[in-house]
């Protein structure tokens, strides 16, 4: 009888393998390139093609208070005139700032950027205070995508259907505030299936994606098959294992790969977008070089740079945002009761 359950169970996930590799084939066939930029991608179901590059809001805010605000101006322009024309921001990031400085950069070239920032409060009357405070500082009159940020603990999705925050979206979506609606989260992803398991067809998840969550709590085993055969757009994040301190990396830093190493991978797998931190030229220039006429790692590629980090990667010590709170936003720390220094 053992024998019987564990070979149907063999044969299962054998056929959700299967099943996931068509599907992310079936992306890569729809990626569309002109040469001239960056390959887009579709966003799941929604019909919108969208840059396989998407810049992070955390890092541009981080540039402007270190290299100044002319400069994080000029690095967003380069990525708009290269085709990078996906843009990630969220409510919280340097308290209210990276929408502040990203707004500036393109309250004159709106119609170039699919433009997505995301969501802290989990109530109706918060969300709606968040959404208008997005909507001024980043200039604009629509968010493309509007993402509940952080799900991170595991009563963040019931809290976002109780307190009345999904609502709140829904009606900004109907207002033509919101055009379509998703949800993030770095820690565990059985948080993202329990929201993919809510009342509402999502637009869009994002989730950490890179070489080492292959073989710890991983998101592209487990949650990404369940996006694809839902129609949901996955959004890649923490390509280089989070950097706390904005700085290379954690798994180049450690040795474990180089960054364009890391980039490529993630881009191989079935992601919409990969979000990429850009705090100078050197990085700008880093994700270009990979992502320009780009074409997915084999399966034999991939399979050795797993198996080359598995005996680093099977504990989770190089990706303490899903086994720490040091990369969990100071709001969502305090909106659950946690001190910042947990």
Request: charged share 25%; glycine share 10%; proline share 4%.
């Amino acid at each position: 009888m053992a024998e019987s359950t564990n070979r149907r169970s063999f044969l299962q996930t054998g056929a959700a393998a299967g099943a996931t590799l068509a599907l992310a084939e079936a992306l890569f066939a729809q990626q569309e390139d002109n040469g001239e930029g960056l390959p887009t991608r579709p966003l799941g179901d929604t019909g919108e093609k969208v840059s396989i590059l998407c810049l992070g809001g955390w890092h541009i805010g981080a540039a402007g208070k270190e290299l100044g605000e002319a400069a994080a101006i000029r690095l967003m322009h380069e990525a708009i005139d290269g085709g990078m024309t996906f843009f990630d921001n969220a409510w919280d990031y340097h308290d209210g700032y990276s929408e502040e400085v990203m707004g500036k950069a393109i309250k004159d070239r709106r119609n170039k950027v699919f433009l997505m920032t995301k969501i802290c409060e989990r109530d109706y009357q918060g969300a709606l205070k968040n959404l208008d405070d997005s909507l001024r500082r980043l200039q604009t009159d629509v968010i493309d995508l509007w993402q509940f940020h952080e799900m991170v603990y595991d009563n963040d999705p019931d809290w976002v259907f109780d307190k009345g925050g999904i609502r709140a979206a829904i009606e900004a979506q109907k207002a033509g505030k919101v055009r379509y609606i998703g949800f993030t989260g770095h820690k565990d992803p059985r948080i993202h299936l329990k929201m993919l398991e809510k009342p509402y067809k999502w637009a869009s998840s994002q989730m950490p994606i890179n070489i080492c969550d292959y073989h710890f709590r991983s998101f592209a085993g487990e949650v990404v098959p369940v996006c694809l055969e839902k129609g949901v757009g996955v959004l890649g994040m923490k390509s280089l294992g989070g950097s706390p301190d904005g700085q290379n990396g954690r798994l180049p830093a450690a040795g474990i790969a180089t960054a364009p190493d890391c980039i490529r991978y993630a881009l191989s797998q079935p992601v919409a977008s990969l979000v990429v931190g850009l705090q100078n030229e050197r990085d700008l220039k880093q994700a270009f070089d990979v992502g320009r006429n780009f074409q997915p790692m084999s399966r034999e590629e991939q399979d050795a740079l797993r198996k080359k980090v598995k005996d680093v990667a099977t504990d989770g010590r190089h990706e303490l945002f899903k086994t720490t709170k040091r990369f969990d936003g100071p709001h969502h720390r305090k909106q659950h009761g946690f001190a910042l220094d947990a």
